[in-house]
Nanobody, 113 residues
Framework: QVQLVESGGGLVQPGGSLRLSCAAS????????MGWYRQAPGKQRELVAG???????NYAEFVKGRFTISRDNAKKTVFLQMNSLKPEDTAVYYC???????WGQGTQVTVSS
């Protein structure tokens, strides 16, 4: 059984940084099917960043140049480094694996002064 567990959210001031982690357990053999989504109150869940099947990365326009997705294959962990955070980045951030259609429980990120 595949499970995804996020961590690293919290409260940060505008312009600050956070690093989210998503630890995968179970029969995941490739992290190329994983990505990060977010959902703000009253809004639909949206893609933030992810890996393609070829192992490259893709980003939503609103985070390009500020967020970076990376991974540690040995630890089956995907990271999301978030810099220059803005109040509009406030949301619950979810890790997702599209092969197994599995979501993590989410981690709250709040950007506020």
């Amino acid at each position: 059984q595949v499970q995804l567990v996020e961590s690293g959210g919290g409260l940060v001031q505008p312009g600050g940084s956070l690093r989210l982690s998503c630890a995968a357990s179970g029969n995941i053999f490739s992290l190329n099917t994983m990505g990060w989504y977010r959902q703000a109150p009253g809004k639909q869940r949206e893609l933030v960043a992810g890996f393609t099947s070829g192992g490259s990365t893709n980003y939503a326009e609103f985070v390009k140049g500020r967020f970076t997705i990376s991974r540690d294959n040995a630890k089956k962990t995907v990271f999301l480094q978030m810099n220059s955070l803005k109040p509009e980045d406030t949301a619950v951030y979810y890790c997702y694996d599209r092969l197994f259609a599995i979501w993590g429980q989410g981690t709250q990120v709040t950007v506020s002064s």
